[in-house]
Antibody
Framework: EVQLAESGGGWVQPGGSLRLSCAAS????????MNWVRQAPGKGLEWLSY????????YYADSVKGRFTISRDNARNSLYLQMNSLRADDTAVYYC??????????WGQGTLVTVSS | QSALTQPASVSGSPGQSITISCTGT?????????VSWYQHHPGKAPKLILY???KRSSGLSNRFSGSKSGNTASLTISGLQAEDEADYYC??????????FGGGTKLTVL
């Protein structure tokens, strides 16, 4: 079955760090660009970051630039998001999403990150 | 990058048609034919329904169609069905080599 599965969410204090993972299965992960997207409670979707298939090119939204780092391990079929200096407004469900040209054609179920003291 | 503008909610009766607009700028919606639309049932994974403005995702019903004029893209759902009730988001590639989503539209099937 073709799927993406996020993990690593949880509760963290403001200023803390968390690393999210996204495990891909059922397709050739090496051939696809990947993204992270989040949805804060009661809010819409927000694109966060992109990484190309060979991990040479990365892009970030201004809201996370300098605090979040996207990476991937093609040998492990895995995508990661290292999140540092977390703030209360980073509280959200975080999704990994596969790129198909300029669209996101497959999504995981999401993992919840709560930033609170 | 500001979010694209969508109506907060739309509604329609079964069998009717509805249209959801998505307004951006010349730096995103107006600058590229890279608008996509997503259906999101809360608690589930978002689902791609249209890409490149008008192209339907594989297996998607032809009740869903897309268009664009200037800086505004639109999603039309014809023959509304109860299972169409969901949140809908537009997205566009931008000149900043980023992507931007709309604020989302809640579709209620009356």
């Amino acid at each position: 079955e073709v799927q993406l599965a996020e993990s690593g969410g949880g509760w963290v204090q403001p200023g803390g760090s968390l690393r999210l993972s996204c495990a891909a299965s059922g397709f050739n992960f090496n051939n696809y660009n990947m993204n992270w997207v989040r949805q804060a409670p009661g809010k819409g979707l927000e694109w966060l970051s992109y990484i190309n298939a060979v991990a040479i090119t990365m892009y970030y939204a201004d809201s996370v630039k300098g605090r979040f780092t996207i990476s991937r391990d093609n040998a492990r079929n895995s995508l990661y998001l290292q999140m540092n200096s977390l703030r209360a407004d980073d509280t959200a469900v975080y999704y990994c999403a596969r790129s198909q040209l300029a669209a996101f054609d497959m999504w995981g179920q999401g993992t919840l990150v709560t930033v609170s003291s | 990058q500001s979010a694209l503008t969508q109506p907060a909610s739309v509604s329609g009766s079964p069998g009717q048609s509805i249209t959801i607009s998505c307004t951006g700028t010349s730096s995103d919606v107006g600058g590229y034919n890279y608008v996509s639309w997503y259906q999101h049932h809360p608690g589930k994974a978002p689902k791609l329904i249209l890409y490149d403005v008008t192209k339907r995702s594989s297996g998607l019903s032809n009740r869903f169609s897309g268009s664009k004029s200037g800086n505004t893209a639109s999603l039309t759902i014809s023959g509304l069905q109860a299972e169409d009730e969901a949140d809908y988001y537009c997205s566009s590639y931008t000149t900043s080599t980023t992507w931007v989503f709309g604020g989302g539209t809640k579709l209620t099937v009356l």
